[in-house]
């Protein structure tokens, strides 16, 4: 089955990062290492998750000799010092941790450093994955988590069937544009309906709790509300207009490129959300 | 001659709106530029300390509880939710428990109760269900 045709959700699906994944020194040496282990480079779909990495990380290093022999879910991410969240996308985390303004002067951070351990999950910061298997179940949360916002019920995702709710799981793991492509087109064009709410969350720098409000995609007399405006209407310190040039200092980050201001922002949750229908906005200060 | 008038005294007014217009524009940016993007953010890093209703309902064959509505700080995380239903049920880490909103989906631990209150409550109430069994998986 093909998806329809749209070259913006394509190119999203398409989006990759290079990636460096290095073996935390210590814990090298501990797991039996013998001589320098040589990091893993690798080129990850910025939709993608990290436990979907995970077994080939294993057994690259399981070939360097080393001696683990733990479940998938021990191994964890981190970018200096800060554990990564194995249930956000790869691109989010990119844009949140990197902090890269693409509008800057200076070149992106790339390849992405990430270090990977395979000892001391940091259960205290990071959420214990029962099995591999969590990551498709908070996956298909948050795709219903998103469907609640836009209709007041789960009843679009559950009348899916359960074949095509796994093809939804399925076409992601695989890479695979038209099978997750001709299920999702369905849900977030919402069959042609307005949703009563954009499915969208707000991360800010410095460990600010994330941002989820209903945000409704018309105003009172029933236009259609901008990406500029809901960023104003929740966050004025930071975008004092809803318009592109009165807004010097922040900037709206989403797959790694500043989107336009005056976009709907019912236009922006069709084409820009992530796969588990989220518009994940990573607000950025200063340049 | 009244062409050249009409010039003149048009240009004086052209300059002086052309006037208003900069001394408009410095207005408008001069807040923007004495805004501190770090005084900004800590309004938004500041501890909701507000409290919401929660409403716990058993399915199946899950324990009722004696009380099913708590207030509960609104900037904690879903995951300090799971744990307070826990320890008022008397269960161990591995009893199975399974934690919905509106018999509808299961947020993520690290979500933060006052988002889900804000996107999610009835009449200011929101709704948890539990159960021993996936329900809505």
Known sequence: ?287 | MSIANSDTTTFPNNSSSSTSLNTNLVENVNPQVSLNPATALEKYKKKDSSKVVVRFRAIGNAPILKQNFYKITASNKFQAVIQFLRKELNYKASDPLFLYINSAFSPAPDEIVANLHKCFSTDQHLIINYCTSAAWG
């Open chain 1, 1 to 287: 089955m093909t998806a329809p045709q749209n070259p913006i959700t394509r190119a999203i699906w398409d989006g990759t990062l290079p990636i460096k994944l290095s073996l935390d020194t210590t814990e090298a040496a501990a797991l039996g290492a013998k001589t320098i282990i040589e990091p893993y480079f690798i080129e990850a779909p910025r939709c993608s998750y990290f436990p979907l990495l995970t077994s080939q990380l294993r057994k690259y290093f399981g070939d360097m000799m080393l001696n683990f022999i733990g479940d998938d879910a021990e191994i964890w991410y981190d970018v200096d010092g800060t554990p990564l969240k194995w249930h956000y996308p790869i691109g989010l985390l990119y844009d949140l941790h990197t902090g890269y303004r693409p509008d800057s002067n200076s070149p992106p951070p790339l390849p992405w450093s990430v270090t990977v351990h395979f000892k001391d999950f940091p259960a205290d910061k990071l959420i214990r994955a029962q099995a591999i298997d969590a990551t498709q179940d908070f996956f298909m949360s948050m795709i219903k988590e998103a469907d609640f916002l836009r209709n007041g019920s789960t009843k679009k995702v559950m009348n899916l069937s359960k074949n095509d709710q796994t093809q939804l799981w399925d076409g992601l793991w695989s890479k695979n544009y038209d099978r997750f492509w001709s299920v999702n087109y369905r849900l977030v064009m919402n069959d042609g309906q307005m949703p009563r709410h954009i499915p969208l969350r707000i991360y800010l720098p410095d460990n600010c709790p994330v941002l989820q409000e209903p945000v409704s995609p018309l105003d009172d007399n029933g236009n259609p509300l901008t990406l500029g405006d809901v960023l104003h209407q929740i966050l004025p310190e930071l975008f004092p207009s809803s318009l592109p040039s009165e807004n010097s200092f922040a900037a709206p980050v989403i797959h790694g490129v500043i989107p336009q201001l005056d976009m709907p922002i019912v236009r922006a949750s069709q084409n820009l959300c992530y796969p588990d229908n989220f518009l994940h906005i990573v607000v950025l200060l200063g340049i």
